[in-house]
């Protein structure tokens, strides 16, 4: 199964960055972009692509540790950027420290855990928005490429229709927003399932495989 270690935020923090991306839907050369779906939106702490069921028990064992050594902090979504022309995410802003150090403990646990991970990178906090046609060498926002998952690659516009849209203007647009903060208390094993039917515009789906309480955050 195709799994990854996330943050989600919670459906008041979703509502208030699917309105400012409204607004972005509204630009020039929007209808070119692949957009993802809100209803995937998350924080990726580490990607672990394919897994074998046999796996998953010591995964979610050592990923409940990781949750256990980290105390709940708080999270903001904030501002916005690019990668290489290509990926438009949101930003975070807040306990981002506790959060790089809970990205930090995942990966650490998946490994731990036998999964095959790729070369350790810099974790940069960012969820993914949309995805064009670029590529060119700049690198945008507030740093390079890390932790691009199933949301990025999948799903959008007809290819047809997609063109090579200047990813800057949507991250300046971005620049000033400012989500309402939240306690981030869980970890979250997802599992995602990519799309199948070839439909221009199909997400993919995903599917939490085990919620990892945070420090002494209550489960349930």
Do not use: K, N
């Not at 971005?174 to 399932?193: D, K, M, N, Y």
């Amino acid at each position: 199964m195709r799994l990854f270690a996330a943050v989600l935020p919670p459906p008041e923090a979703v509502e208030e960055l699917a309105r400012a991306v409204d607004r972005l839907r509204g630009l020039r050369g929007a209808d070119g972009l692949r957009w993802t779906g809100r209803d995937g939106w998350h924080f990726t702490l580490a990607f672990m692509g394919e897994v074998e069921d046999g796996l998953l028990p010591e995964l979610t064992e050592r990923l409940e540790r990781a949750a256990r050594r980290t105390e709940p902090f708080p999270l903001r979504i904030h501002g916005g950027g690019h990668f290489d022309g290509r990926f438009l995410w949101a930003g975070a802003a807040g306990g981002t420290g506790e959060l790089r150090r809970l990205a930090e403990r995942a990966d650490a646990a998946a490994r731990r855990a036998g999964v095959p991970m790729e070369e350790h990178r810099h974790y940069q906090a960012h969820l993914t928005l949309a995805r064009g046609r670029g590529g060119r060498s700049r690198r945008g926002g507030r740093g390079g490429r890390t932790g691009v998952t199933d949301s990025a690659v999948a799903g959008g516009a007809d290819p047809a229709r997609r063109a090579d849209v200047d990813l800057r203007l949507y991250a300046e647009a971005l620049g000033g927003f400012e989500g309402t903060p939240w306690e981030v208390a869980e970890l979250v094993l997802v599992r995602s399932r990519l799309p199948e039917s070839g439909v221009p515009g199909e997400q993919p789906r995903y599917e939490a495989v085990a919620r990892c309480p945070l420090g002494g955050a209550a489960s349930g």
